[in-house]
Structures are given as C-alpha cells and as structure tokens.
C-alpha cells in the first residue's frame, strides 16, 4: 500500500529535550517536506527536500533541523524544543518537485512541549 | 514568496445549498491551484486541483475556477452534505524556488 507513515503519533515533552519525528514514504517520490499545523494559521511549510541530500528552508524553519540521507526518509529533528513548537506536524511528499503534483500527507505527529 | 490569501475563515452552509470559497495569491507566475480536505483528527487529502492553462475544473459536485487577471481561485462545491464538512486549504508553489504556501484554512459546516 503507498503511503507516507510519521512516528511518533504522539508525543509529550520538556523544553531542551532533543526529539526527532521519523517520516518515511514507498513511493519513490522525490519531493518531501514538513508542515506544522497551528488554528488559524493553516498549514506552514519547516523544510522541504527535493532529493537525496537537497534540503531547503520553507516558511519556518527555524528551531527546526532535517535530513535527506536515503529517498525514502525525512526525519525533522527539534535540537532544543521549545513551548512555542507545539504543534500538529505533517510530513508529505509527492512525485515531482517544486510541489507541483498531489501532495500525500502523513497521519500527523502531535507534540506537546512543556 | 508566495503568499495566499484564503476567506472566508468560517462557513455554515444548509445540506443542499452551495459553498464557495476563494483564495488570491500574489505572484502571477503561479501556475499550479490545488485544494485540499482535511476531515476532523484525518490528514489533508488533495480533492481538486486546476493548473494555469484552464479556468475551471469540474469533478462531480466539486469545481474549481482560476481567474489569472485578478489571481484568485476558488472552490465550489454543490448540493451539499454532511460528509463535506471538513477544513478546506487552497495552496499554491513558489514559481522561484520549491515552496508551497497554503491559505489559513476554511472551516465548512454543513447543517441538516
């Protein structure tokens, strides 16, 4: 079954605590990328990735780090978490890049950082 | 960057009536308009999308007009029903690097 999987689903955590949300997808698809969801600000673009090795800045990257060592995963890596990174995170990825084509959304990670 | 623009934030719609929401974005080179559904507790999933070179899209209840003049799209959705109740999110790509920038969402209630 194609799909994108994130791990954990759930997590509760304090301030400065690194933590790291997996995304991995078996799609073969180039472009991935995490969003954070926040009421009332829709959905934010962190980072996205356009291949192995290509990572770029989205709308808010700050706090947040993320690597691209094999096609398939996407982890997003909080160094020091902070209350303000709470959150319902989304990893996504799709078949062509510069987001032009369906994005396939995870099932979504939600942190609480105490 | 890209940046869009999506209203109404709220919508309450009696089952049967119609819903439209309308996002502006602000580069003109912008060439691809998807929506996306996000049922309560599920992830978003892509209902329609309309690419620069049509001005409206239809697939069964569901259409999509772009207005390239004044850069805003919007979704309609026809004859409603419970089931359409959900948050709905226009984006569009960055044309000058790789981002995708979504609206802050629409909350749509269908009433019975």
């Known amino acids: 079954e194609a799909q994108v999987t994130q791990n954990p689903r759930y997590l509760i955590t304090v301030t400065g605590k690194k933590l790291t949300v997996t995304c991995s997808q078996n799609?073969?698809?180039?472009?991935m990328s995490w969003y954070r969801q926040d009421p009332g600000l829709g959905l934010r673009q962190i980072y996205y990735s356009m291949n192995v090795e290509v990572t770029d800045k989205g709308d808010v990257p700050e706090g947040y780090k993320v690597s691209r060592k094999e096609k398939r995963n996407f982890p997003l890596i909080l160094e020091s978490p902070s209350p303000n990174q709470t959150s319902l995170y989304f990893c996504?990825?799709?078949?062509?890049?510069?987001?032009?084509?369906?994005?396939?959304f995870g099932p979504g990670t939600r942190l609480l950082v105490l | 960057g890209e940046n869009v623009e999506q209203h109404p934030s709220t919508l309450s719609v009696q089952e049967g009536d119609s819903a439209v929401i309308k996002c502006t974005y602000s580069?003109?080179?912008?060439?691809?308009f998807p929506w996306y559904k996000q049922e309560l507790g599920k992830r978003p999933q892509l209902i329609i999308d309309i690419r620069s070179n049509v001005g409206e899209k239809k697939d069964q209840r569901i259409a999509v007009t772009l207005n390239k003049t004044a850069k805003h799209f919007s979704l309609h959705i026809t004859e409603t029903q419970p089931e359409d109740s959900a948050v709905y999110f226009c984006?569009?790509?960055?044309?000058?690097?790789?981002?995708?920038?979504f609206g802050a969402g629409t909350t749509v209630t269908v009433r019975a």
């Open positions: 799609m073969n698809h180039e472009y």
């Open positions: 996504a990825s799709s078949l062509v890049s510069q987001g032009r084509e369906t994005q396939y």
């Open positions: 984006a569009a790509p960055d044309v000058h690097d790789y981002k995708l920038s």
């Open positions: 580069d003109s080179a912008s060439n691809y």
